[in-house]
């Protein structure tokens, strides 16, 4: 005890600080979400996330290699389709903007590539499944998903990252991939994917707010903990290699838990309404935004998490590189 107990010794000096440090964070932990959008021929923002881009195709490839360039090793593809309809067609086009993308990225540059697998973007009521009598149909969803995965795997995704929460999904995905033979196709499974607020910004820019309704029948109710870590370990079971928790600061009670209990790779999701908010703040001056940003990304770390998908992502890596 004290006086001769001092925790301050192993503070005082910067070697021994850095010594005594449990958690460390680096270019390579994190992931930069990236929108491609084929109605555009110029890069469009909206308020809500200042600094984000939706990138016109012949873009992508250009912003690939700066991420790369940055320390960063992987993007997470979003993508903006021409035309939307009550099944989401573009998602699984071949010729879509996600697939088209992929190949482009994968031709230049070295990154690997993990493409968000979801309907919402490229349906007319901007719902992330099938309706059926004005509800998301799970099951008559699944088949959509599978051919989704197997037109992302063909393109050259390395994984694909199923956000819709529907149940069985994992396991429909990775039976389709194998049955086409895209076994080498990994899965990074939105296990614990909460009905969040913080989604907002990303809907602005992705636009892919709901028409009518919500996604309470799928997401998860932010009360719950234990219900998340069941899901998590139906992924397990499913056949997911990755799992993740979205959003990250407000569930790193989640993300703790489930870097205990799961033997695999566990990622965090700081999403965009987790950046809008330092965003905001910082471009009043009521906080320091490289530190916000930082203490944010080490705090996800600490909670357990093996790597990061961050807006921050390409801005963070060059500051942990003194770039
Ligand atoms: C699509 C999807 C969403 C996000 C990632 N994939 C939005 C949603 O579920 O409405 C959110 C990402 C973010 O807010 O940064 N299902
Ligand atoms: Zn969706």
Same mark, same amino acid.
């Given at each position: 005890m004290f006086p001769q107990e001092r925790m301050r010794r192993i503070r005082y000096h910067a070697g021994v600080r850095d010594l005594v440090r449990e958690n460390r964070l680096a270019p390579e932990q994190l992931i930069q979400p990236l929108f491609v959008d084929e109605n555009i021929d110029q890069r469009r923002s909206v308020p809500s996330l200042p600094g984000q881009c939706a990138l016109p195709p012949d873009q992508v490839l250009r912003e690939c290699r700066e991420i790369e360039a940055s320390g960063c090793r992987a993007v997470l593809l979003f993508g903006i389709p021409k035309r939307k309809d009550p099944l989401g067609k573009g998602a699984y086009d071949d010729e879509g903007v996600v697939q088209r993308a992929v190949r482009s990225i994968k031709k230049g540059c070295g990154l690997a590539i993990i493409t968000d697998l979801c309907l919402c973007e490229y349906t007319d009521h901007g719902h992330c499944g099938v309706m059926v009598d004005e509800e998301v149909d799970n099951d008559a969803t699944l088949g959509l998903y599978a051919r989704i995965a197997v037109s992302q795997a063909r393109a050259g995704a390395d994984m694909v990252a199923p956000?819709?929460?529907? *149940?069985g999904q994992v396991a429909a995905i990775r039976q389709a991939l194998d049955q086409q033979g895209q076994s080498r196709v990994g899965i990074m499974a939105y296990s614990a994917k909460f009905c969040s607020c913080f989604y907002g910004p990303f809907r602005d820019l992705?636009?892919?707010?709901?028409?009518?309704? *919500?996604?309470?029948?799928?997401q998860i109710d932010p009360a719950n903990g234990r219900q998340a870590l069941r899901e998590m370990e139906l992924d397990v079971e499913e056949g997911a290699d990755m799992l993740m928790v979205k959003p990250a600061l407000p569930y790193l009670d989640v993300i703790k838990e489930a870097s205990n209990r799961f033997e695999m790779p566990l990622c965090a999701f700081q999403v965009s309404g987790e950046y809008a908010m330092v965003m905001a703040a910082a471009e009043r001056g009521w906080i320091d935004r490289d530190a916000a940003i930082m203490e944010s990304l080490i705090s996800i770390r600490r909670a357990g998490a093996d790597c990061i998908v961050t807006y921050f992502a390409k801005e963070a890596a060059r500051l942990l590189e003194g770039k």
């Open positions: 956000s819709g929460m529907m *149940d992705a636009g892919s707010r709901p028409s009518h309704g *919500d996604r309470r029948s799928h």
